[in-house]
Each structure stands twice: as C-alpha cells, then as structure tokens.
C-alpha cells in the first residue's frame, strides 16, 4: 500500500507560480512512476506530467511544457510540480498518483493504469 498526500496548492495571479509537493509513504516509492494529473469544476481528470521510476525520463501535457516541471527525491519519498506562468485555464484539483511495475509498459497519460492517489490539492489562478 501507498499512501499519498499532496500540499502547496493555493490562490495565486495569472504568471506566478506554486510548487506542489507530494509525499509517499512506504519503502518501494522508488519502484513506482508517478505522475500528477488535474480535473477542473465540469471536465475530466487530465494528464499533467511523470516521472519514471527509472531512468528519470519525464513526460508532459502539451498543455503545459516548457512551464510545468516534474521532480522527485526517491530519499524524501517526494515527487514535486514546479508549475510556472500559470494561467487562469490552470485552475484544477490537482492530484499525485502512483503507478506500479506492474502497470509499466501503459500510456503514461492513463489514469486508469496508476494504482494509488492522493486526495488533491487545489490550486486557483485569476486573472
């Protein structure tokens, strides 16, 4: 089992910034991919970015490339979201999720393929 807990969300202006942080519990998080996605008021759970369990490749939602960046620390048992000129459209629940060995080889972007989630933490941009 994995339990995740999400913080760093909050209300910020169109073209800050947040750092989200995501701690894990158990001894394996190192062995897990893990991913953050987002669901807006109305609309479906969405991809944001992951990070490989090995290898350190990383994936993002066009939507947010070049502004987003996602990290972990397998000594902290923390996978981090740098998110940068955030825009109003960023506005979401935002939730970290884990992926077993077991669920490799899957589209990276598949909700339905990762095992365990966090409760989500909100994060508002205004205009």
């Known amino acids: 089992q994995v339990q995740l807990v999400e913080s760093g969300g909050g209300l910020v202006q169109a073209g800050g910034s947040l750092r989200l942080s995501c701690a894990a519990s158990?001894?394996?998080?190192?062995?897990?991919?893990m991913g953050w996605f987002r669901q807006a008021p109305g609309k479906e759970r969405e991809f944001v970015a992951a990070h490989s369990w090995s290898g350190g490749s990383t994936y993002y939602a066009d939507s947010v490339k070049g502004r987003f960046t996602i990290s972990r620390d397998n000594a902290k048992n923390t996978v981090y979201l740098q998110t940068n000129s955030l825009k109003p459209e960023d506005t979401a629940v935002y939730y970290c999720?884990?992926?077993?060995?077991?669920?490799?080889?899957?589209?990276?972007?598949?909700?339905?393929?990762?095992?365990?989630w966090g409760q989500g933490t909100q994060v508002t941009v205004s205009s």
């Open positions: 999720a884990a992926r077993g060995i077991l669920n490799q080889g899957h589209p990276m972007g598949a909700p339905q393929f990762y095992d365990y």
């Open positions: 158990g001894r394996t998080f190192s062995t897990y991919t």
